[in-house]
């Protein structure tokens, strides 16, 4: 009698249909080419195992998270009947507790939002410390990356050399499409003030 041939995606456990995998993962690689896209849900325990096999892991490179994702692309599972990001547990467990309630889990290694759970890459920080690691990484939502942002760097830069000319808040506002405060606060470095 033949073996039932079951989905080769780690913890899927599904009886086989194509290429390989069950129906729904056969179904994500047809429509995008991958059939990890989107959530990978895994049996009960299963990411929870694959966080304690890690914890010892002592490699440089990204451990990326395989199961579901906040939105946000940071790594989410259910531990203890609730939600738990992976990052802030594998934290836990490689470094003990948060010194408190409020630090939170920083990677060095700036992929977190691509999921990464290398105990090596994590440790504990204010969120003073956590916001000044996503500048250096070049994620901060700030500047020309900011969705509502009017001006760019080159503008700002622009901006402050007709300052130095003497050129009137007023006039430089007029010129791009800006208030007069906006042209003040960068004068003072209240905004862009990080921009050397």
Known sequence: MATKRLCSIEGCGKPHY????CL???????????????????????PLAWIIRRVAYQGDECLLWPFSKYANGYGDFWVNGKHCGVHRYMCELAHGPAPSPKHEALHSCGM??????????????????????????????????????????????????????GRS???IAVEFGVCSNTIASISTRKNWGWLP
């Open 112 to 165: 977190g939002h691509l999921g990464c759970a290398n105990p090596r890459h994590l440790r504990w920080g204010t969120s003073k410390e956590n916001k000044a690691d996503t500048a250096l990484h070049g994620r901060a939502c700030r500047g020309s990356r900011s969705p509502v942002a009017k001006l760019t760097e080159a503008d700002v830069h622009a901006i402050r050399r007709l300052l130095s000319e």
């Open 18 to 21: 194509g290429k390989g995998w």
């Open 24 to 46: 729904a993962h056969y179904r994500k690689w047809q429509k995008y080419g991958n059939p990890l896209v989107g959530r990978t849900y895994a049996g009960k325990g299963v």
């Open 169 to 171: 808040c007023s006039g």
